[in-house]
């Protein structure tokens, strides 16, 4: 692989690639990243990579060096040619030509063995939360993600109570991940060179999940305790069992002019099985 930014350019060109904005495609072309974001990932022998976008194959190249398979989804076509040259010194990849938001990953993984299921990519960032919402709503048992996204995206997925990027979003990813950053990612090691800053994150499976009576009911309420960020729960709970979310808030000194906010992941669970 060509990793600086005039002999990626270059390749593109001779193949008449031109970038599509549309596909949110930003190759990364510096080596030393995408060293950081494969090791860092602990990808392994044991391990099956799922990829979205591999693009013109910058990262997944270093994902078949340490991997046993790599899988991979491509919405562009026209990047098949490239891919082929790129890795034609790998046999332990597939790529599949199609929009990820529609396929049916579980079909596509029955053929392959592995102990360890893998997301890594720098994914295409007009449908970052789409992507991240598929591989958890598709049941693939996924073990880790780690995945670029935009700075301001990222901060979402981890936040914590009491920071402004606390969201409903935040709340249902934790409930099945760890969430944290792995590092900072400069605009200038992608071509083209975007206009947001970006960061990488790991989702880590949890193992034990917390225990929940009435999963629907729980994903309603942090939900519904979000629908007006600036509104207390006594407004935004109005079609509630108010007096039991208030019997839950008042055991953690809290009542119901407390905002959603402020509530953790484990007290959002407490109020969701105090209601069923
Ligand atoms: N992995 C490459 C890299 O880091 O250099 C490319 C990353 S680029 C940010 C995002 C990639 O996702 C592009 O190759 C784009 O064509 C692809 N893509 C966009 N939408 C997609 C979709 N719905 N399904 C699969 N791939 C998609």
Do not use: W
Not at 170 to 176: E, K, P, T, V
Not at 266 to 271: D, P
């Amino acid at each position: 692989m060509e990793y600086s930014p005039t002999k990626m350019q270059k390749k593109l060109n001779e193949k008449q690639f031109n970038f599509k904005k549309n596909f949110g495609q930003n190759f990364i072309v510096d080596e030393n990243i995408i060293n950081s974001i494969v090791n860092k990932s602990g990808v392994n022998e044991d391990t099956l990579v799922i990829e979205i976008g591999p693009g013109a194959g910058s990262l997944t190249y270093k994902l078949c060096e340490k991997a046993k398979n790599v899988l991979c989804y491509e919405i562009d076509i026209k990047l098949k040619p490239i891919l082929e040259e790129n890795l034609k010194n790998y046999s332990n990849y597939e790529v599949i030509y199609q929009d990820f938001l529609k396929v049916n990953i579980n079909e596509n993984l029955k053929k392959y063995e592995y102990k360890k299921l893998y997301v890594v990519a720098n994914l295409p960032y007009y449908i970052t939360t789409p992507i991240i919402m598929k591989i958890i709503e598709d049941n693939i048992n996924v073990d880790k993600i780690v995945v670029m996204v935009q700075k301001e995206v990222g901060d979402r997925f981890k936040a914590q109570p009491g920071s402004k990027d606390y969201s409903s979003l935040s709340i249902f990813l934790q409930y099945y991940f760890e969430i944290s950053k792995i590092m900072d990612v400069s605009k200038h090691v992608f071509l083209p060179k975007p206009n947001v800053d970006s960061i990488v994150v790991e989702f880590k499976k949890k193992e034990s999940l917390l225990k929940l009576e009435d999963n629907m009911l729980f994903f309603n309420l942090i939900r519904d305790s979000f629908k007006q960020k600036r509104k207390t729960l006594r407004n935004n709970l109005k079609g509630y069992n108010l007096e039991k979310v208030e019997e839950i808030l008042k055991k953690h000194n809290m009542d119901l002019s407390v905002r959603a906010e402020q509530i953790s992941l484990q007290l959002f669970v407490e109020i969701a099985n105090h209601l069923k």
